[in-house]
């Protein structure tokens, strides 16, 4: 079993996969209407899945506090972007901003995890 963390690069490459992971959960939850639609249903339980994983294999290298809010925020930022073309959800100013604010702060959490620079003293 490989215990060594993965690199902070494919940690945050990792954590972006569960991302999408975790957008095409929620859009299949969404289409399975409480799991009455076997096809969404299962793509759902596949999306879970894989999003759990991946969150996993991110969450060796980054901090939990940092990468599961980012990993949320991606969640939901995505799947109210796409609720509209897929479930003809409106998208309204209002919403347009507040996913700007979330996906604003998502970046800067991601900055926030840089490692600092070794100092010459």
């Given at each position: 079993?490989n215990t060594?963390?993965q690199?902070?690069?494919?940690?945050?490459?990792?954590l972006?996969?569960?991302?999408?992971?975790e957008?095409?959960?929620?859009?299949s939850?969404g289409?399975?209407h409480?799991?009455?639609?076997?096809?969404?249903?299962v793509?759902?339980?596949v999306?879970?899945?894989?999003?759990?994983?991946a969150?996993?294999?991110?969450?060796r290298?980054i901090?939990?506090?940092i990468?599961?809010?980012t990993?949320?925020?991606l969640g939901?930022?995505?799947?109210?972007?796409?609720?509209?073309?897929?479930f003809?959800?409106p998208?309204?100013?209002?919403?347009?901003l507040?996913?700007?604010i979330t996906?604003t702060?998502?970046?800067?959490?991601?900055l926030?995890d840089?490692?600092?620079n070794?100092t010459?003293t």
């Open positions: 079993m060594k963390p690199s902070s690069r494919t940690a945050w490459l990792t972006l996969l569960a991302g999408a992971f957008v095409g959960y929620a859009l939850v289409g399975s409480a799991f009455t639609v076997w096809q969404w249903s793509a759902a339980a999306f879970f899945l894989l999003t759990l994983w969150l996993s294999q991110a969450l290298t901090e939990v506090s990468g599961y809010a990993w949320a925020g939901s930022a995505g799947a109210a972007l796409l609720g509209p073309l897929f003809n959800e998208l309204t100013p209002t919403k347009a507040w996913l700007t996906i702060g998502v970046i800067y959490l991601k926030a840089r490692q600092p070794p010459n």
